[in-house]
């Protein structure tokens, strides 16, 4: 399963370009059952830049992609759930309009739980992680109401990994028993220093490489250097 993030697609072609390298990283040989999108997928969340984001992706695998806080939920182009051999990917909606922390609301967990029923294996996809990563600017904008993450992780009973974006930052983590699974930035990289966050937009844009088996899950990161 490929997994990327944070495109923040604004109508030029350097972020496109940006986007179309890590899609067309991996060799023939190495091609994915899926790509999953976890956010931030516009900068400003209007119509032309879905429309360019559609473009991109026209040729491409199966996918499914989430909003994020610079997204516009109701513009965003995508399936709520997708199906790879027994996992099923469900997309989370956790935006709150005009913030850039998440929430998990009780409706949209009730959504999400009744769309794994039946599913051997089940992966939810969301935007901001529920997890500080020990980053002062990065981590008072993650899911604060985790622990209604946690209630519906027990609830599905099925979840058998987290992924999300946001931090611009490759990253792995446990949650609820949980592997929580980080795509770094395609526009841009997180700087390490929280007082001065400033992004790097010289850095490469990145991709997570997902391998699911029944003795568990191996992830990979790579850049499109």
């Not at 940006?18 to 119509?47: M, S, Y």
């Not at 980080?182 to 990289?189: D, F, T």
């Amino acid at each position: 399963m490929l997994h990327l993030s944070d495109p923040h697609l604004d109508g030029s072609p350097e972020r496109a370009d940006r986007l179309n390298a890590v899609l067309d990283l991996l060799p023939p040989n190495r091609q994915p059952d899926a790509i999953v999108l976890t956010g931030d997928i516009a900068d400003n969340g209007v119509e032309p830049e879905y429309a360019q984001f559609s473009a991109v992706m026209a040729s491409r695998l199966p996918w499914l992609a989430v909003p994020g806080n610079h997204d516009t939920p109701a513009l965003l182009p995508s399936a709520p759930t997708l199906d790879v051999g027994d996992l099923r990917v469900i997309g989370v909606d956790v935006v709150v309009p005009g913030e850039n922390h998440g929430e998990l609301r009780p409706e949209e967990a009730g959504r999400v739980a009744e769309l794994a029923t039946g599913a051997r294996r089940t992966v939810l996809a969301f935007h901001q992680p529920p997890m500080r990563i020990g980053h002062t600017y990065v981590d008072p904008m993650r899911l604060l109401n985790a622990d209604a993450l946690a209630g519906l992780v027990n609830r599905i009973g099925t979840v058998t990994a987290i992924l999300c974006g946001h931090i611009h930052t490759a990253c792995t983590a446990t949650f609820a028993g949980v592997p929580v699974l980080v795509a770094p930035g395609i526009v841009s990289a997180a700087n390490l220093d929280g007082d001065h966050p400033a992004a790097n937009r010289d850095h490469p844009p990145g991709m997570a490489l997902h391998q699911f088996t029944d003795q568990g899950i191996v992830t990979t990161f790579h850049y499109a250097c």
